[in-house]
């Protein structure tokens, strides 16, 4: 009975017209670039965010010679240049960095002699400060503090975090490009895989068209086909893709937590959106493979006629 009602449902032979392993294949190996595209997307605005919220607010002045007197019998350069900006409003919280955190935040990139004081060269005072609306611009604020201690060099917080935006924005449109990308190729393999069939069981087709079958049913037997061989690729590469993107997701958790103890676990560093990657890859796959076969199958029987 159960070969009797299959063969009745695989009137054409799709099953062996078009083999499940092939494409299953190639559509999961799609659907697992597409995840880690998605991913990026993902993670790029995540971190964006992270990073935006706090360098927005900030400003950096930097004080060359600062331990040199402004004039004579005058207060020390980096405490002129402090004091005005603690009487500077919209600004608050300034802090100048102490030796041992001006060595620490330049170690990475000049090595031990930062922190023995064996460099060859003297190093500004910087001074940290918080800036809210009412703060003025570093364009303002320079030429201000300059005038107290020339040489003084403002860099504001929200420069940086503009290049980082717009940096976020093209990483995130590169994402949607390789998405596309991904959809189109995958609709493609599925297109050739069904013109394969198509191929295959002509002769079939050609006696069961002029026997009176609809178009609509001879596409629907093919789109029924490619979409279960679509949507089991699309989950076997969403299944496959989850233990990359956990991985991936706990790696780049040390760049938002402030401390190691803040750090998630392998489960619950992955962003809840991605849990639901096999779910909705095999959706989007299935959908695919459907239109795919549709639009294939109809292309191709208008030709016939």
């Known amino acids: 009975m159960a070969k009797r009602h299959a063969s009745r449902a695989d009137r054409i032979g799709?099953?062996?017209?078009?083999?499940?392993?092939?494409?299953?294949?190639?559509?999961?190996?799609?659907?697992?670039?597409?995840?880690?595209?998605?991913?990026?997307?993902?993670?790029?605005?995540?971190?964006?965010?992270h990073w935006l919220s706090?360098?927005?607010?900030?400003?950096?002045?930097?004080?060359?010679?600062?331990?040199?007197?402004?004039a004579a019998n005058g207060p020390l350069r980096q405490d002129a240049v402090l004091t005005l900006l603690q009487a500077t409003r919209g600004l608050s919280d300034a802090h100048l960095l102490s030796g041992a955190e001006l060595a620490a935040l330049l170690k990475p990139w000049l090595g031990a002699a930062a922190a023995d004081g064996t460099l060859p060269i003297a190093l500004p005072a910087v001074i940290v400060?918080?800036?809210?609306?009412?703060?003025?611009?570093?364009?303002?604020?320079g030429p201000k503090l300059a005038s107290v201690a020339p040489g003084t060099i403002v860099?504001?917080?929200?420069?940086?975090?503009?290049?980082?935006?717009?940096?976020?924005?093209?990483?995130?449109?590169?994402a949607a490009a390789v998405l596309v990308i991904v959809a189109l190729v995958a609709a493609s393999v599925v297109a050739v895989a069904v013109r394969a069939g198509l191929s295959q069981r002509r002769e079939a087709i050609e006696i069961i068209h002029g026997l009176g079958a609809l178009d609509s049913d001879i596409a629907n037997q093919f789109a029924l086909r490619a979409m279960r061989l679509a949507a089991t690729g699309g989950l076997l590469g969403g299944v496959?893709?989850?233990?990359?993107?956990?991985?991936?997701?706990?790696?780049?958790?040390?760049?938002?937590?402030?401390?190691?103890?803040?750090?998630?676990?392998?489960?619950?560093?992955l962003p809840p959106l991605l849990w639901g990657v096999p779910v909705m890859f095999t959706l989007a796959t299935a959908l695919i493979g459907w239109l795919a076969a549709q639009v294939t199958v109809r292309g191709w029987l208008k030709r016939l006629a």
């Open 129 to 141: 400060v918080k800036a809210d609306a009412q703060a003025p611009d570093a364009a303002v604020l």
């Open 14 to 49: 799709l099953r062996a017209a078009m083999a499940d392993r092939l494409l299953p294949f190639m559509v999961a190996a799609m659907s697992f670039l597409a995840a880690l595209a998605l991913a990026g997307s993902i993670a790029a605005g995540a971190l964006a965010s």
């Open 155 to 174: 860099d504001s917080g929200a420069r940086w975090a503009d290049r980082l935006a717009a940096l976020t924005t093209s990483l995130r449109a590169s």
């Open 54 to 70: 706090g360098a927005q607010g900030l400003m950096t002045v930097e004080v060359p010679t600062p331990t040199q007197p402004v």
């Open 240 to 269: 496959v893709a989850l233990p990359v993107l956990a991985w991936l997701a706990l790696l780049s958790s040390s760049f938002v937590a402030s401390a190691p103890a803040e750090r998630p676990d392998l489960v619950t560093a």
